[in-house]
């Protein structure tokens, strides 16, 4: 796979090719987490994903349309949960509450890090034009928190003294930056002292009714 070629339209394929593609993506973010991108190659790839050279060039032409498509796929995961009924669509404080409950309480979580996260360490390593896609993934991740904040805000359930825009910022700092301290330590507590400490200052502008 070359790395200077942009990324081809994604063509529609049949229920095995979706399938395919699907393994050979999830095999390749595995690489990059576990080796780089750099040392992630085709023929790598191929015996992890069990394919011949030749689907993974059908699929992915060059080095750079498969580490956007990874992106994407990891991303359509990450969001995908956060926009689902998981977290009660963070309607309330609580939702927040059982976001940070749901990763503090996932026993290999300080082993595994955040998906998203582990692949964008990698990846603004590389020198690929694919940073756009990879700060636009992390920026659709805040918008959930912040949109959420608002709706909160705009319901009367949070004070108008507080910035959803920076709140969210905060949400998703204190994970990405507990997640890894979580992983250095080999242990949960600083992602849940993290992840407490910045829901109990979003829960100082609540009103009474949500605190």
């Not at 996932?106 to 692949?119: T, V």
């Not at 969210?168 to 507590?189: E, P, Y």
Request: net charge negative; aromatic share 8%.
């Amino acid at each position: 796979m070359k790395s200077t070629t942009a990324a081809p339209e994604p063509r529609k394929l049949t229920v095995k090719g979706q399938a395919t593609r699907a393994r050979i993506l999830e095999h390749a973010a595995a690489l990059i987490y576990a080796e780089g991108v750099h040392a992630t190659n085709n023929d790598k790839l191929r015996r992890a994903a069990g394919v011949s050279g030749s689907q993974i060039n059908h699929y992915f032409q060059t080095k750079e349309s498969l580490v956007l498509a990874v992106i994407e796929w990891q991303a359509e995961r990450v969001l995908g949960l956060h926009r689902s009924e998981q977290f009660d669509r963070f309607e309330s404080l609580e939702g927040f509450r059982k976001w940070a409950a749901f990763y503090i309480g996932y026993e290999r979580a300080y082993h595994e890090g955040c998906s998203l996260g582990s692949l964008a360490s990698e990846i603004i390593k590389t020198d690929l034009d694919v940073h756009d896609e990879l700060a636009d993934a992390f920026a659709q991740w805040r918008e959930i928190f912040r949109d959420a904040l608002l709706r909160l805000q705009r319901q009367g359930r949070l004070s108008d003294e507080a910035d959803p825009e920076r709140l969210a910022s905060l949400l998703l700092a204190a994970f990405q930056g507990g997640m890894l301290l979580a992983q250095v330590a080999r242990d949960i507590s600083p992602l849940r002292d993290a992840l407490e400490a910045a829901l109990d200052y979003v829960e100082t502008f609540a009103r009474s009714h949500d605190a």
